[in-house]
């Protein structure tokens, strides 16, 4: 392809990556899982999960990007013309929209909770006071979507500069940030008297919590997080040069995912503990992070004069770094596919994509408000998105970039392609192409088949 932008430096495809993959899965999803399914021992699971399935896929989608310097839809029709694997890539792009859409609403609750945290309406609240504050914010038909459309706009902003100039240069820039900020917040978090029993729990794994549902949730987590399935690693490969290690970034990339996912368990469970919460109560659930720890963080760092005004300040702006940065890739992968298949202007093509998913936001948002009553599977509009793509389409993706790697492409193209034309040893490549074949399509089978209810584990 003509004049396709690439990543700059090993640095920067590795911040873009991983930005991409930290979001709101590791700081929102991942608490509450940990939460609900045992502690160290889902977290022992999960890491299991990135291991073993995790890194071997992100490598699918490698090989297939980097492979052909194309999106992936544009990769499929390219390893297999005139077959009709291009509509795994379809389902992707696809799949892509709609996370867009209602991600960036989550993506713009964000900002109006970092607002709240600036003008200090937390402070001095109650239990019940936390709980109208977030019920009357969703189901107000303006703000949200106000909101959403900023995120919308940085999200738009940052991809029309191009991979280089826009996502790579804001990157660089905004993960270190997030990572500082989660490391201060972490120290100010076990600092807290009675932060060990939250220690504890974090780290001392009690078995007998592991049950199907566990495993099952921890590998659609992990896919999630990995930001699995949908050709966004293919999308951000495709800017990757002839020199990147793909086994190595992959690994750097897993690994930085994973900490950061643990280490907001470590944000968060210590301040819960010590407040008193049960780290099973009904308190761990979707609204974990804009009712429960307003009033965590209300009641661990309210006597503290300085840290009770700025631990949440600080807590809800990572959250909107986190989240543009993984907004941003999947804008991407649309934009490329869009202006690369039918010749239009990235500009364009990104106006476009932005104006659909703001309307599919807006019903989203609205949702849980005015159109709450509307129920398809007993599913609100924000619930059914939500559904389709977490435990549906990004599996489904999952297992078409591991059989088509695995089994379609030739094993010298794979081979060549993970040891950049033999310039790299690598032992592990029987095995990752073993994994490809057989373990990871069955396995995410049968935890597909699970969440559908077709198989009960
Ligand atoms: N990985 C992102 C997160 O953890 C979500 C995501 C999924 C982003 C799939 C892109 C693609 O929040």
């Excluded at 609900?36 to 699971?45: D, V």
């Excluded at 013309?81 to 892509?96: D, E, I, K, M």
């Excluded at 790697?405 to 010298?412: F, M, S, Y």
């Excluded at 690598?426 to 088949?449: D, G, T």
């Amino acid at each position: 392809m003509a004049n396709r932008d690439i990543f700059k430096s090993k640095i920067g495809l590795i911040l873009a990556t991983a930005g991409s993959a930290v979001g709101l899965g590791n700081i929102w999803r991942f608490p509450i899982e940990t939460g609900q399914n045992g502690g160290a021992a889902y977290i022992i699971i999960y890491v299991g999960f990135i291991l073993l399935i995790g890194i071997p896929v992100m490598l699918a989608e490698f090989v297939l990007g980097r492979h052909t310097h194309s999106n992936p839809i544009g990769a499929y029709r390219r390893l297999a013309p005139r077959t009709p694997w291009f509509l795994a890539g379809c389902l992707g792009v696809f799949a892509s929209l709609l996370l867009l859409s209602y991600y960036s609403v989550v993506a713009g609750w964000t900002i109006e909770y970092s607002y709240l945290a600036i003008i200090n309406a937390f402070d001095g609240g109650t239990p019940e006071g936390y709980k109208d504050i977030f019920n009357e914010f969703v189901s107000d038909p303006i703000i949200p979507i106000l909101c959403f459309v900023v995120v919308m706009l940085i999200t738009h902003f940052v991809v029309v500069r191009g991979v280089q100039k826009g996502i790579e240069k804001f990157s660089m820039v905004m993960m270190p940030i997030l990572l500082v900020m989660m490391i201060i917040l972490v120290g100010c978090s076990v600092s807290l008297s009675g932060a060990g029993k939250g220690l504890e729990y974090l780290l001392n794994p009690d078995f007998s919590k592991i049950n199907n549902t566990t495993i099952v949730n921890a590998m659609g987590q992990s896919f999630f997080s990995l930001s699995l399935g949908l050709g966004v690693l293919c999308t951000y490969a495709s800017y990757f040069d002839e020199k990147t290690n793909l086994i190595k970034s992959a690994s750097t990339i897993a690994a930085i995912d994973t900490f950061v996912a643990v280490l907001s368990g470590f944000m968060i469970f210590p301040a819960m503990f010590h407040v008193g919460f049960d780290a099973n109560s009904s308190e761990i659930g979707s609204s974990l992070i804009f009712v429960t720890l307003p009033n965590v963080f209300h009641a661990a760092f309210g006597g503290i004069p300085i840290l009770g005004y700025l631990f949440p300040v600080v807590f809800y702006v990572l959250l909107i770094v986190a989240s543009v940065t993984s907004t941003i890739s999947v804008l991407e992968i649309i934009v490329a596919f869009v202006s690369e298949e039918y010749k239009i202007k990235r500009q364009k093509a990104s106006i476009g994509i932005v104006l659909i998913s703001i309307v599919l936001g807006a019903f989203c948002s609205l949702s849980f408000g005015v159109l709450g009553d509307i129920k398809i599977f007993e599913l609100t509009i924000f619930e059914l998105m939500d559904y389709m793509v977490s435990n549906i389409l990004l599996p489904l993706g999952g297992v078409f970039f591991s059989v088509f790697v695995g089994w379609k492409l030739k094993r010298q193209l794979v081979e060549a392609e993970l040891t950049n034309n033999g310039h790299l040893h690598l032992p592990f490549v029987r095995v990752l192409i073993f994994i490809l074949r057989y373990i990871a399509p069955v396995a995410i089978i049968i935890i597909l088949f699970n969440q559908l209810n077709i198989l009960k584990l």
